[in-house]
């Protein structure tokens, strides 16, 4: 059984180190609680509604938070997820690090899929979805619009994710999306999945951990900051499998005479 905590919190647009003080003030009474596993929502650090040229002054600063959080990791024992504005080449992404307790980065994914506006500001990351191993468990990650599509679950999935997890700046107007799609991808994968989302600017919060029988098992409030604590069993992973064998009726259609076809 793993204890883990959500962080959903409010960033001051372009005040890193003020934004930096605060998420680690709240992962701290989150340790208190006996988190071994802390995730941050997408774009924490930065906010979200700031022009190319501010991202990129901005990125620096926002990458120097990623090497105090191993530190941090190390000295806590904790398992960090961190996104943060990365720079290379000219490129910005919206990237996190997956840390260990040893304070060793063991992943950096890149937003694969980008929304509206940040089409014109990021770079889209590479579309390769490989689950990490940490101490903790086998872990895949993505990024808010990454999992409105279900083939990166499913590519997750196959490769032995247990969880997937899903930094977040999740609108008001999408929050209908935000409730479903959730609920969806663990129900299709029989995962569980963790939505970390943020609130104002027009966020709608409710960030949610999900069982894999695409059950919420609990839930952030849309309109304040909150800490969402939980615990993680990934038996349930093959409990939920057992009675729905959704994984083992998919390889069955791939191998041959199975019922599957694409085109005529």
């Not at 003080?21 to 709240?26: E, G, L, S, Y």
């Not at 596993?37 to 926002?62: N, V």
């Not at 940040?118 to 808010?144: H, M, N």
């Not at 989302?197 to 304040?224: A, H, M, Y």
Request: proline content about 5%; hydrophobic content about 40%; aromatic content about 10%.
């Amino acid at each position: 059984m793993i204890k883990a905590a959500a962080i959903q919190i409010h960033s001051v647009p372009g005040q890193v180190e003020q934004n930096f003080i605060h998420a680690v003030d709240m992962m701290k009474r989150a340790r208190r609680q006996g988190a071994e596993f802390i995730i941050l929502p997408e774009l924490w650090s930065t906010g979200y509604y700031l022009d190319k040229q501010t991202f990129a002054s901005l990125a620096a600063s926002t990458k120097d938070t990623i090497e105090q959080f191993q530190k941090i990791a190390f000295e806590w024992q904790v398992v960090l997820i961190v996104p943060f504005v990365e720079s290379e080449k000219g490129s910005l992404f919206i990237s996190l690090a997956v840390i260990e307790k040893t304070g060793l980065i063991l992943k950096t994914y890149r937003k694969s899929f980008l929304w509206g506006r940040e089409q014109k500001i990021f770079t889209a990351g590479k579309r390769q979805y490989v689950p990490v191993d940490t101490s903790i468990g086998r872990i895949g990650v993505l990024i808010c619009y990454d999992i409105e599509f279900p083939e990166p679950s499913r590519l997750l999935t196959l490769q032995g994710a247990q969880i997937i997890i899903v930094p977040s700046v999740w609108s008001i107007p999408a929050q209908s999306r935000w409730d479903i799609q959730l609920p969806a991808r663990a129900l299709d994968n029989t995962v569980f999945v963790l939505g970390v989302n943020t609130i104002n600017e027009g966020s709608c919060g409710k960030s949610k951990f999900v069982s894999p029988l695409g059950n919420i098992l609990c839930e952030s409030p849309g309109d304040t900051e909150d800490i969402l604590i939980f615990n993680i069993d990934f038996d349930k992973i093959q409990e939920t499998r057992k009675m729905i064998p959704y994984l083992e009726e998919y390889d069955r259609s791939l191998t041959p005479g199975g019922n599957i076809n694409v085109g005529e």
